[in-house]
C-alpha cells in the first residue's frame, strides 16, 4: 500500500511541477515575465483552469504527504533510529577475526634512512 501511495505522490509531484511551469509569471521577478492583467492568472479574483489544477494538485500532494507520514510512523515500531542502529551490530562472538591486534591494523610505512646521505 505504501508504494502505491508513494507513487501517486511522485507522479502528482511531476504534474505539479509542469503545471506550475506552465503558469505566466505575473511580473515582479527580476523583470521577467508577462505583468499586466491578460496573464492566465491576474492579481483579482479571476482564476483559470490552470490555477484550479494546481490547487487541486497541491491538496493532493499535501494529502499523500501526510498519508505517507502516518504510514511511515506507524510502521516505525516506536524504535528510534538510533535503536535501530545499535541492533545490526554484531556481537563479539559473531564478529570475524581480523589480523592484527585488536582487529585493526595499520599498514607500515618503510622506514626513512637515519645517515644523510653521503657526498661524492
Known sequence: MENVILIVHLVIAVFLIAVVLLQRSEGGALGIGGGGGGGLVS???????????TWALAAAFIATSLTL????????????????VSTGVPEADDAPALPGAGGFSL??????????????
Open 69 to 84: 507520514t502516518v504510514i511511515a510512523a506507524t510502521s516505525s515500531g516506536g524504535r528510534s533510529v538510533i535503536e535501530g
Open 107 to 120: 599498514p607500515t610505512l618503510p622506514s626513512a634512512p637515519t645517515e644523510p646521505p653521503a657526498a661524492d
Open 43 to 53: 492579481s483579482r479574483g479571476t482564476t483559470s483552469a490552470l490555477a484550479k489544477v
